[in-house]
């Protein structure tokens, strides 16, 4: 047990052994037992009090550096209460006195007035260290809360810096894959021009090899050009669109425009291509024509041995502010392991013996949807199909919500 909580215990006891002692003495010389009684019970409580108090103490929320200012509060009503008894009992206006009993009684409600004073102080003490302690943990609170701003501000200030330098290298690659696609173009278009006028002059005097080769060195200059055609697209995409001010799109009109730019495939392949309710969204129309003709001919191409059958259909997303659009299929489906790198650019999955195209289609539809905000993955399954989904905006975005111009505030 605290030391300072056993000085009350000490009063406690002291005040029943006056209490006791008076009450013994009283009924010795002859007096009444309720007077007795009444005498134990008055100075008595005093002494229950500081013996219960101390058992208190030793577990209230008080810091026991408060029990001596507790301690002296009593010493002092009882000093106090002492010195008015002196200053009666030798004040000459004053007769009679008072008994040994009386005085023992004023002495213990001296102390537990005295009691009374100290726990208030204690009290308030103790609520002044709890308002100190919160105050302290406040602003320590406030040192982190500074110190982690300041580092936030030093991030996003780097994070700048690095989009800047990022946009300006993208601005770079993108100028340079346009000008190197835009380059090739015509070198490209000459030697398959050239090829075939040497096919076509020599025909009769070329063997069977020399024909093949000949054939051979034409198929890949024209998948060559295709894929710097391919390339070149890819690299306009951010800047074909009107500074990210994109126009109300009629998501089901451009699907019939690109059907009828498709309509020579789908009655080849006896294609089946339906719609749900679609929606008009924002964005550029040239580039979301080029997206939906791109998965759609994908949807054909890769269809299998079945006729192609399509479903294009679209839900609110993002409470509304934006349309999931699907483009679903029933064809030969991709791997899961293949899924992640589809659109990825010049990957293919399959031979061009089994089916043409150049690696760019998907990553450039990833790159304009991506442009228009959103995002675009596929769920697929080996043998039963592929839905391609994405996301376009349902409102005119915010520049900052464009994937040019996505910049830390």
Known sequence: MIRQSRYIYL??????????????????????????AIDFALIGFAGVLFLSLGRWLSRSEFDPEDYPRIVGWCLAGIAIMFVFLVLRAVHPGVAGSFTFGERALALALGSIAGLGIGIHDAQARTRQREVQRRNDELHTIQQELKERNEALVETREELRRTVRQLETSNEQLDHFASTVSHDLQEPLRMISRYLQLLDERY?????????????????????????????????????????????????????????????????????????????????????????????????????????????????????????????????????????????????????????????????????????????????????VGSAFSFTLPAYQPAAEHTQRDRLPE
């Open 11 to 36: 009063l406690g006891v002291l005040f029943l052994l006056i209490a006791a002692g008076q009450s013994l003495l009283k009924v010795v010389s002859g007096g009444a037992p309720l007077e007795a």
């Open 203 to 383: 025909a009769d005097e070329l063997d069977e090899d020399a024909t093949e080769f000949i054939d051979f060195a034409v198929d890949g200059a024209d998948r060559m050009q295709a894929m710097v055609t391919g390339l070149l697209e890819y690299s306009k995409i951010d800047t074909q669109a009107n500074g990210g001010q994109f126009e109300r799109i009629d998501v089901e009109q451009t699907v019939r425009d690109v059907r009828t730019d498709l309509q020579v495939r789908i009655d080849e392949s006896d294609a089946e291509i339906t719609t749900g309710s679609l929606p008009e969204v924002y964005g550029d129309a040239s580039q979301l024509r080029q997206l939906f003709q791109n998965l759609l001919s994908n949807a054909i191409e890769y269809s299998g041995d079945e006729p192609p059958r399509i479903h294009v259909s679209a839900t609110p997303h993002d409470a509304g502010s934006e349309w999931e659009v699907t483009v679903r299929d029933e064809g030969i489906g991709i791997e899961p392991a293949a899924q992640g790198r589809i659109f990825e650019l010049f990957q293919r999955l399959h031979a061009l013996d089994d089916h043409s195209g150049s690696g760019i289609g998907l990553a450039l539809c990833q790159r304009i949807v991506e442009y228009h905000g959103g995002e675009l993955w596929v769920e697929s399954e080996p043998g």
